[in-house]
RNA sequence: GGAUUUGUAGCUCAGCUGGUUAGAGCGCACGAUUCACAUUCGUGAGGUCGAUGGUUCGAGUCCAUCCAAAUCCACCA
């Protein structure tokens, strides 16, 4: 053995040493008995992205469920974890399209076959990246069992389930107030619209009677009424009265209505439920027509034909102009309100009143509040267990349709006669229910990304191997980052009960996000970027693993450092150099039986640290199994640091030869306990110490977890 | 406006159902050196656990109030 442990010469050899062993691929009994008395422990892993590389996010998620999987496996349970990627819809088309732009193209350029066609090639390559690197963070998941989110089996599942949501009245299309984004050409959920804080003018006006305040003048077209609070006094006469709108001269009522706040403005608002969510609503409460001044492309429709085809900003600015020239303008301010923004291309968000399917949630939230409430679904964290319930508490009818290409598109066909909806699980329908014509146009949307995602736990078992379903269904942890539980987490829930009767998971294991080494948010523009590879290649994969759970409990964010990285690589060589001290006297070409069960001694410092031992794998036991990986972490290097090393080993050198048992035992319980968090360095070891063992594939992931 | 969380050593954080002199890593100071390891070893400094009250035989831990900070959600004409 080398003076020093070098990562770089054993990490891709020890993956492929298990790889090729099978030790990821758990066999599931086959007898009804032995099912029985099987324990079966399963992760579907999150899957990442199919659009970009893997940043150190997901590294954290990694080093905790193979930390979990390993554990689980060396304690002789039926252990899978299963690998797989998302072709995450938006995100992945507009990273798509950012490539094409810096060519010169847009997604315009092609037609929908081709565009389809050229992104699924793009993410092919990258999750051939993306794999490769989940083995070099160790990740000893089974590769045999990968699904991809548009894999054609999985697609019929979310598929059927539309259909059969549809069929027992869950579906509806309808016209409401979605987030548009002009220039990404589709709708957002609420989540994916960042507000922020925007100074813009705002234009006092006169209406006739009544003079409103408005920062978006170019929509005095689409206004349908003015509206007051009923409880404002100055206002109570006008209520029923006409109010006229400037330049068109149109007649709109006045109205009243609580949602109005008498101290803003001049107390009284300009209804136009086609561009507004506050006035829709009031708008279908008053049943007040819909009149749209914009179109797709954000430009401007139904108005007078000196602003017709011009962009919102543009004809702001000379409808201004003309308020001013023809006296209807009071007065402008400066005022800070906030505006939607897409999350994506940064660009504002345009709120449109749109045709759109929706999933009914209030029935689905309230069975999947009901799971955790009844301990079905445990979440560990107290914090994490509120918020998932506060979310599906407040959750709105779900709109799942997505105007993109990249995604499973909507198997929803309308008659080119009757313009009814005919909903399928795939193919065009024979006949239209309705009018029994047979020709169809289907919907060019897609599925929102999470509407398929949300099936991905019984998704995936079903497909698999034949009675991986029934064995490892409800899985047993789902692990997650926090950001994501409303996104994610509670649409398996309510997705995964509806189709099953039973719980996607039993644990909801949710943890923080990474920080820098000063505990900041990580992003490219701060460029603080930690990139986990980099970091592999650096100090290898297990110092990177433990830097990851090393200091912080898996609730909160963890601030990762490259100096604790540096301090883990030097634990790793610790381990190797104590392994080098216990070994040096082994003769090297017979065939050696190491002490593998606890040596008897009478010698003090032995009884010492075969009791230290003792208390430590009790401890570290009781910790994972509390999912406390910080201290289970923490616990492991100190003894093995400071018990082991600094006291015993140090004791041992005048005695060696006496104490080698002890020496020999100590070291390959360490190794057992620290696999988990070290897979590769622990197992290189293990290989070194049975080079010459007389059992064949002694591997360490096989091996036992200790048990005293 | 609603919800959740945090405040412990210079920095980043552990400390679970209340129980001796409050811990770790990094950093800092001093010292050691052909020993398995300089990716090392030894010694040490450094904290009235955000503040004030309360419960208790006993509070970093439980309760109340206050101060400071963070995150998420809603609204903004």
Same mark, same amino acid.
């Given at each position: 053995?080398?003076?020093?442990?070098?990562?770089?010469?054993?990490?891709s =050899?020890i993956y492929?040493?298990?790889?090729?062993s099978?030790?990821?691929?758990?066999?599931?009994?086959?007898?009804?008995?032995?099912?029985?008395?099987?324990?079966?422990?399963?992760?579907?892993?999150?899957?990442?992205?199919?659009?970009?590389?893997?940043?150190?996010?997901?590294?954290?998620?990694?080093a905790?469920?193979?930390?979990?999987?390993?554990? &689980?496996?060396?304690?002789?349970?039926?252990?899978?974890?299963?690998?797989?990627?998302? &072709?995450?819809?938006?995100?992945?088309?507009?990273?798509?399209?950012?490539?094409?732009?810096e060519?010169?193209?847009?997604?315009?350029?092609?037609?929908?076959?081709?565009?389809? =066609?050229?992104?699924?090639?793009?993410v092919?390559?990258?999750?051939?990246?993306? &794999?490769?690197?989940?083995?070099?963070?160790?990740?000893?998941?089974?590769?045999?069992?990968?699904?991809?989110?548009?894999?054609?089996?999985?697609?019929?599942?979310?598929?059927?389930?539309?259909?059969?949501?549809?069929?027992?009245?869950? /579906?509806?299309?309808?016209?409401?107030?979605?987030?548009?984004?002009?220039?990404?050409?589709t709708?957002?959920?609420?989540?994916?619209?960042?507000?922020?804080?925007?100074?813009?003018?705002?234009?006092?006006?006169?209406?006739g009677?009544?003079?409103?305040?408005?920062?978006?003048?170019?929509? /005095?077209?689409?206004?349908?009424?003015?509206?007051?609070?009923?409880?404002?006094k100055?206002?109570?006469?006008?209520?029923?009265?006409?109010a006229?709108?400037p330049?068109?001269?149109?007649?709109?009522?006045?109205i009243?209505?609580?949602?109005?706040?008498?101290n803003?403005?001049?107390?009284?608002?300009?209804?136009?439920?086609?561009?507004?969510?506050?006035?829709?609503?009031i708008?279908?409460?008053?049943?007040?027509?819909?009149?749209?001044?914009?179109?797709?492309?954000?430009?401007?429709?139904?108005?007078?034909?000196?602003?017709?085809?011009?962009?919102?900003?543009?004809?702001?600015?000379?409808?201004?102009?003309?308020?001013?020239?023809?006296?209807?303008?009071?007065?402008?301010?400066?005022?800070? &309100?906030?505006?939607?923004?897409?999350y994506?291309?940064?660009?504002?968000?345009?709120?449109?009143?749109?045709?759109?399917?929706?999933?009914?949630?209030?029935?689905?939230?309230?069975?999947?509040?009901?799971?955790?409430?009844?301990?079905?679904?445990v979440?560990?964290?107290?914090?994490?267990?509120?918020?998932?319930?506060?979310?599906? =508490?407040?959750?709105?009818?779900?709109?799942?349709?997505?105007? /993109?290409?990249?995604?499973?598109?909507?198997?929803?066909?309308?008659?080119?006669?009757c313009?009814?909806?005919t909903?399928?699980?795939?193919?065009?329908?024979?006949?239209?229910?309705?009018?029994?014509?047979?020709? @169809?146009?289907q919907?060019?949307?897609?599925?929102?990304?999470?509407?398929?995602?949300?099936?991905?736990p019984?998704?995936?078992l079903?497909?698999?191997?034949?009675g991986?379903f029934?064995?490892?269904?409800?899985?047993?942890?789902?692990?997650?980052?926090?950001?994501?539980?409303?996104f994610?987490?509670?649409?398996?829930?309510?997705?995964?009960?509806?189709?099953?009767?039973?719980?996607?998971?039993k644990?909801?294991? #949710?943890?923080?996000?990474?920080?820098?080494?000063?505990?900041?948010?990580?992003?490219?523009?701060?460029?603080?970027?930690?990139?986990?590879?980099?970091? #592999?290649? =650096?100090?290898?994969?297990?110092?990177?693993?433990?830097?990851?759970?090393?200091?912080?409990?898996?609730?909160?964010?963890?601030?990762?450092?490259?100096?604790?990285?540096k301090?883990?690589?030097?634990?790793?060589?610790?381990?190797?150099?104590?392994?080098?001290f216990?070994?040096?006297?082994?003769?090297?070409?017979?065939?050696?039986? @190491?002490?593998?069960?606890?040596?008897?001694?009478?010698?003090?410092?032995?009884?010492?640290?075969?009791?230290?031992?003792?208390?430590?794998?009790?401890?570290?036991?009781?910790?994972?199994?509390?999912?406390?990986?910080?201290?289970?972490?923490?616990?492991?290097?100190?003894?093995?640091?400071?018990?082991?090393a600094?006291?015993?080993l140090?004791?041992?050198?005048?005695?060696?030869?006496e104490?080698?048992?002890?020496?020999?035992?100590?070291?390959?319980?360490?190794?057992?306990?620290?696999?988990?968090?070290?897979?590769?360095?622990?197992?290189?070891?293990?290989?070194?110490?049975?080079?010459?063992?007389?059992?064949?594939?002694?591997?360490?992931?096989?091996?036992s977890?200790p048990?005293?």
């Amino acid at each position: 053995m080398e003076k020093a442990y070098d990562h770089t010469k054993y990490e891709s =050899k020890i993956y492929q040493l298990w790889e090729l062993s099978n030790a990821f691929s758990p066999i599931v009994p086959k007898s009804k008995n032995e099912r029985l008395l099987a324990k079966p422990f399963c992760i579907i892993m999150p899957p990442p992205n199919a659009n970009d590389p893997l940043h150190i996010g997901h590294a954290r998620f990694v080093a905790i469920e193979d930390i979990l999987i390993r554990y &689980h496996r060396m304690k002789g349970e039926v252990t899978l974890w299963l690998p797989g990627s998302d &072709h995450a819809g938006i995100e992945t088309q507009f990273v798509f399209e950012k490539k094409l732009k810096e060519q010169g193209k847009s997604r315009f350029d092609f037609d929908r076959d081709t565009l389809y =066609k050229m992104i699924m090639e793009y993410v092919q390559t990258n999750t051939k990246t993306m &794999h490769n690197q989940l083995r070099q963070l160790g990740a000893s998941c089974d590769w045999s069992r990968h699904k991809f989110t548009l894999d054609p089996d999985i697609v019929q599942f979310v598929l059927n389930t539309f259909k059969k949501l549809y069929d027992e009245g869950y /579906i509806y299309r309808g016209k409401r107030i979605v987030n548009y984004c002009p220039y990404c050409g589709t709708n957002f959920s609420e989540l994916e619209v960042d507000y922020k804080e925007t100074e813009d003018e705002i234009y006092y006006l006169n209406y006739g009677i009544i003079n409103i305040a408005t920062t978006r003048p170019e929509t /005095i077209f689409a206004d349908v009424a003015v509206a007051v609070n009923p409880n404002d006094k100055k206002y109570s006469s006008l209520i029923g009265k006409i109010a006229v709108i400037p330049i068109i001269k149109r007649e709109v009522p006045i109205i009243a209505d609580v949602l109005v706040d008498p101290n803003f403005g001049t107390g009284a608002l300009k209804i136009t439920p086609a561009h507004s969510a506050t006035d829709f609503d009031i708008g279908i409460k008053h049943k007040l027509p819909i009149i749209s001044v914009l179109d797709d492309q954000g430009n401007m429709t139904n108005c007078p034909v000196e602003y017709l085809g011009l962009k919102a900003n543009q004809a702001r600015k000379k409808v201004v102009e003309d308020l001013e020239t023809q006296g209807y303008l009071i007065k402008k301010e400066l005022i800070n &309100h906030t505006v939607g923004h897409c999350y994506r291309c940064k660009g504002t968000i345009e709120p449109k009143v749109s045709e759109q399917w929706f999933v009914k949630i209030k029935e689905l939230s309230q069975k999947a509040i009901k799971l955790i409430k009844d301990k079905e679904i445990v979440f560990p964290s107290r914090k994490y267990e509120k918020f998932a319930k506060n979310w599906l =508490k407040n959750l709105r009818d779900w709109n799942i349709s997505r105007q /993109i290409v990249w995604g499973i598109q909507i198997p929803a066909f309308r008659c080119q006669k009757c313009l009814e909806w005919t909903i399928t699980n795939g193919g065009t329908p024979q006949n239209c229910h309705f009018c029994k014509h047979d020709k @169809f146009i289907q919907d060019q949307d897609t599925f929102d990304t999470w509407f398929s995602s949300g099936q991905w736990p019984y998704a995936t078992l079903k497909t698999t191997n034949p009675g991986d379903f029934d064995f490892f269904y409800p899985t047993t942890i789902m692990n997650s980052s926090y950001d994501i539980i409303p996104f994610w987490i509670i649409r398996m829930i309510m997705l995964g009960f509806y189709e099953t009767q039973k719980p996607p998971f039993k644990v909801v294991l #949710v943890h923080g996000l990474v920080r820098d080494k000063h505990g900041i948010k990580i992003s490219k523009s701060k460029g603080n970027v930690i990139d986990p590879i980099e970091m #592999v290649e =650096k100090y290898g994969s297990d110092a990177l693993r433990m830097g990851l759970v090393w200091g912080a409990n898996l609730d909160n964010d963890i601030s990762l450092s490259e100096e604790n990285i540096k301090g883990q690589r030097n634990f790793c060589n610790k381990l190797w150099n104590i392994s080098r001290f216990v070994l040096a006297t082994i003769p090297s070409k017979s065939i050696y039986k @190491f002490q593998s069960s606890k040596p008897k001694t009478k010698n003090n410092s032995d009884k010492e640290i075969l009791k230290k031992l003792a208390n430590t794998v009790k401890k570290v036991t009781k910790l994972l199994d509390k999912y406390r990986l910080n201290e289970a972490a923490e616990t492991i290097y100190s003894f093995i640091w400071k018990d082991f090393a600094n006291d015993y080993l140090e004791k041992s050198k005048l005695r060696k030869v006496e104490a080698q048992p002890v020496l020999e035992y100590v070291l390959s319980i360490s190794l057992k306990l620290a696999h988990p968090f070290m897979p590769f360095v622990t197992e290189t070891i293990w290989q070194e110490m049975h080079k010459h063992s007389l059992e064949k594939n002694n591997l360490l992931i096989n091996s036992s977890w200790p048990k005293d």
